[in-house]
């Protein structure tokens, strides 16, 4: 399985604290309708940390409903031990997703090698999907040795990366890594998705994919298209609503969608929603972001 292109980092709609899964049906219609290429169901900013059992399995249930065959979904599947995670993976399987997304473990096994050798060679033995490698050292503390991980790209069932570290030299080299494997790169950070893109990734996968799909669909289809002008006029204005937004985190993100008329509900606690002040200055920036590129359509 080849996967590519722009793929949302969901988030997970909770609705009087309650994953809701019609909620997650009419934001997955809306940006379907933006032309996204696949979806990441349970990654980080999916709060997927916060999930229980029963949520993860009626969410992923009822994503499946409405995403059609052609579009992929990713399921975030990653757990602190292997036999959680493998548990996972294998309700994943179940409930429709095409591959999962394993984040590196941390709370033991933070930095120890061997023990991340042995937790993704046996999920990649037992899992019944596919699975991409997931590195975000804004979370974990830590990434994972280039060497390794192309160690563990010669597995056939770990079929690609999700390199959330911001490091462009990072994700330059596991390119290289994608040419000689039958593996694949999707950068994490919107701040890289046109120089990840035109040096040969294959997708990006961000929150931004929630709540500018257009202009990330946009400075894909520039890319394909060897626009490069418009791209980097693209990438600059992502890059600048990053910049106003990023630290604020999933609140910004569902205070936008909430906005924008999506169905994102609140985050779960220990987050908490924006304040009025704070969500003013993220819907400023996001229409500044927009405004800059309505001279490109």
Not at 28 to 43: D, E, K, M, N, T
Not at 69 to 85: M, Y
Not at 235 to 254: F, V
Not at 255 to 269: E, T
Request: negative net charge.
């Amino acid at each position: 399985m080849k996967l590519h292109g722009i793929v949302p980092a969901c988030v997970t709609p909770f609705i009087e604290d309650k994953a809701s899964p019609e909620a997650m049906q009419a934001n997955l219609s809306r940006w379907l309708q933006a032309g996204v290429h696949g979806f990441l169901i349970f990654g980080s900013t999916g709060e997927f940390m916060y999930l229980e059992a029963e949520e993860r399995r009626a969410v992923l249930q009822a994503a499946r409903e409405v995403i059609p065959a052609d579009h992929f979904i990713l399921a975030g599947c990653g757990a602190e031990s292997t036999r959680q995670t493998l548990r996972n993976l294998i309700w994943a399987a179940e409930d429709g997703a095409d591959a999962a997304l394993v984040v590196t473990p941390v709370y033991y096994t933070r930095g120890n090698i061997e023990a991340q050798r042995r937790h993704f060679l046996t999920l990649a033995e037992k899992s019944p999907i596919p699975i991409l490698i997931y590195t975000v050292p804004a979370f974990t503390a830590y990434d994972l040795p280039l060497d390794f991980i192309a160690e563990l790209a010669a597995h056939p069932n770990i079929i690609g990366i999700k390199d959330s570290s911001g490091d462009l030299k990072r994700v330059a080299l596991q390119i290289g890594i994608q040419e000689h494997e039958d593996f694949t790169l999707f950068a994490g950070s919107p701040n890289l998705a046109y120089p990840a893109l035109s040096m040969g990734a294959a997708g990006s996968i961000t929150a931004f994919g929630n709540i500018v799909p257009e202009l990330m669909v946009a400075l894909w289809n520039a890319v394909q298209a060897r626009d490069l002008t418009r791209a980097a006029g693209l990438q600059r204005a992502i890059t600048e609503l990053h910049g106003a937004i990023g630290p604020l985190g999933i609140p910004a993100i569902k205070a936008l969608l909430n906005y924008r008329g999506y169905q994102a509900g609140q985050p779960r606690s220990p987050l908490a929603p924006l304040d009025a002040a704070k969500t003013e200055m993220a819907i400023a920036a996001w229409k500044q972001a927009m405004g800059m590129c309505e001279w490109w359509e």
